[in-house]
């Protein structure tokens, strides 16, 4: 036990190191792109309301960073620190803390001999978690202190993960290969196969015990566009459910709270309640130096939403 109360896999794991190669060897030539070092930077954006009547007010658009370099993977981690992976002139990633009160950046992590990508906060809130590409190529969970002490190795069996979401101190974590899968560790000895072929946005949705995600495998052919449905795993009941389709098109979207849900393509946001059908467009982001949102954030304390965007070339 860590001092999360978060149980440390083993190999004494349900899933046996023969799978574990398996996916390993499948999963090399996803390794390569996963976290593929395009130029990207992260911009604040104003909101008002609450998710039911947000509204974005783009012309307060602003760039929170401005390098050649990839910064990307933002997460909000309490009310007014945000966390990123930001690469270096080496494409080496390090975990970036970002403080809106102080307008400071600050270095959780930095490695000169792995990358760290997918930064969240513990449900303890004691660790800063990352996605560590290690020395050997090892893709596995580990955790920093947020009293920037050493990291931890959490799951030494579970590997190749890709990307992630906590429930009751547990993760539910993407593994690569071909086809992906999406498992939760429940404890020692117990691990919960959800889903396969799923895409990389693995959300928990919040104040429930449901754990959200793209399935790449039943695609609902609307018009023309083909887009992916949105499921949900129930960790205490283990119920299933399909809460509609996302946007065409498009890989993330995040949870403004238990109800609603953001996910944007190209320039534009789009909000969805999770029982309804139709995206409304909230939004078109316009700044001349940057364009296509990859991943958003959102605070409801500071009523921002910081978005991933790629540099125009």
Known sequence: MNRCGQLVITSNAT???????TFFLSALSFCSSIYAQTSTDLMVIKTDGKPKH????????RLLTDRPEYDNQPKFINEYQLVFSAADDQENNDIIVYNFTTDKFTN????SDRSEFSPSITDCGMYI??????????QRIWLYPTSFEPGELLYDDIQPVGYYDWYDNKAAMFLLGDPTKLIYARGRNDIVEIDTAVGRSIQKRPDTSEITYLSMNDSKLIGEDNPSKIKTFDIETSKRADI????????????????????AKGSNIYKRK???????LLSTVSIDTHQNISRMAYSPDLNVLVLAMERKK
Do not use: C, H, R
């Not at 046996?16 to 190669?21: A, Q, R, V």
């Not at 947000?54 to 658009?61: D, H, V």
């Not at 959780?108 to 490695?111: A, V």
């Not at 999770?274 to 409304?280: D, F, K, L, P, R």
């Open 15 to 21: 899933i046996s190191m023969k799978l574990l190669f």
């Open 108 to 111: 959780l992590t930095k490695t």
């Open 244 to 263: 509609g389709v996302g946007i065409e098109g498009a890989q993330d979207f995040i949870w403004l709270d238990k109800n609603y849900l953001l996910m």
């Open 54 to 61: 947000l509204t974005i007010e783009s012309e307060s658009i």
């Open 274 to 280: 999770y029982n309804e059908q139709v995206w409304e």
């Open 129 to 138: 978690s990352a996605v560590v590409t290690e020395p050997d190529k090892k």
